[in-house]
């Protein structure tokens, strides 16, 4: 059984551009969440997709947007990056309803 | 809002020693309950979960929840080196979401 795999593992942005983060769900998982975690900061709900819908946002602009395949893999869209966007993006699946959330190992994003 | 409480730390113990790690949330809703263990560079792992009032033991470590006073505590006894990370407290939001708020985490560092 294969857990939750990320990519790209660190990435480099400049202010204004767009990036796509990915996420592959463990087998058998239906629902995918992502995370926002900044420096010296808990991780950030940022919204959780269940059957390709989305179910649940955080507090995040709409230029924070994400999609979810068939296959329950994901994706997470934010659009004109800005200094602040920088952190550690964590994606995390997990059977619908039913705890806990295991991690990826994250993407490392850096605006400048 | 709803939020979740930790010390930030450093927390600093002797080897041997019992580390003790507290947390306090304000969403009298919440029926579960998390502490993930966080290495630098890392991503959160998930080392206990509790539901129920009481205690939880795993190995060296142990949950204590109590609802009526909004508090989770995590102890790990015979500290060791390797337990130097930060701690993550994480309460499953109320809202049926699946949604995980966080705490800023609690440094410990474990001093051989």
Known sequence: ?112 | QKEVEQNSGPLSVPEGAIASLNCTYSDRGSQSFFWYRQYSGKSPELIMSIYSNGDKEDGRFTAQLNKASQYVSLLIRDSQPSDSATYLCAVKDSSNTGKLIFGQGTTLQVKP
């Open chain 1, 1 to 112: 059984e294969t857990g939750v795999t990320q990519s790209p593992t660190h990435l480099i942005k400049t202010r204004g551009q767009q990036v796509t983060l990915r996420c592959s769900s463990q087998s058998g998982h239906n629902t995918v969440s992502w995370y926002q975690q900044a420096l010296g900061q808990g991780p950030q709900f940022i919204f959780q997709y269940y059957r390709e819908e989305e179910n649940g946002r955080g507090n995040f602009p709409p230029r924070f947007s994400g999609l979810q395949f068939p296959n329950y893999s994901s994706e997470l869209n934010v659009n004109a990056l800005e200094l602040d966007d920088s952190a550690l993006y964590l994606c995390a699946s997990s059977l619908q309803g039913y705890s806990p959330l295991h991690f990826g190992n994250g993407t490392r994003l850096t605006v400048t």
